[in-house]
């Protein structure tokens, strides 16, 4: 499980060369999570995604996008934004399978940019909380996004659409598994657009890959216990 990672300005410098790389402008949006560089599940942080350019084509041209959501997935069929059952990670052994995750995983999957990521290790007499990020360079977690519309909101107030988010995990692998029994599922950058790209459909398949190839890039983190 994850549910801390760190962000700084050199998140924010990433994703506006990641939208303006298309030669569209970046879209609007607030980026607050600067005033508080440490996300905690049901914060809004920053997610990298594509979109087609018309939704009634599904082969239409694939825009790039960086929004915020709200870290905590709600699945279209929820009656509340935010359920009891956690939601901000997704086992991606199970996430093909679960009612809540399986029809993001087809096309609306996304990537969490971060400096790196918090864990505690709670094996000893006393848990120790570890600091893990690469050598240099920035984390890409797989997750998923989804739209939920608020039911009681007036059909004619666009505020009344939120978006989710969730970080993929997998069985932590090498010195990780040390620290603690599960650790997210690391998306290397050349990869980030295969696992958007909403023209590719998302299967049981493409998320082992995903998780296989994550193992190898987990192998370069440092983790540093935090005293």
Known sequence: MCGRFAMDDTVNQMITEFVSATGRPPEEWQADWLATPIARPTDQVPILLKTTSDRDDPESEVI???????????????????????TFNARSETVTEKPTFRSAVISQRAVLPA?????????????????????????????????????????????????????????????????????PVIVDQESIDEWIDPHTRGDRLLVDAMVTASATLSEQLRAEPQR
């Open 64 to 86: 790039r996008r960086a929004a915020l959501a709200q870290w905590w997935l709600t699945p279209p069929f929820s009656p509340v934004l935010r359920g009891k059952y956690p």
């Open 115 to 183: 400096i790196g990521y918090f864990e505690t290790q709670k094996s000893g007499s006393k848990p120790v909380p570890y600091y893990i990020a690469p050598p240099q360079g920035l984390l890409f977690f797989a997750g998923l996004y989804s739209w939920w519309k608020d039911p009681a909101a007036d059909p004619s107030d666009p505020a009344r659409w939120h978006l989710t988010t969730t970080m993929l995990t997998q069985a932590a692998t090498g010195a990780l598994a040390d620290i603690h029994d599960r650790m």
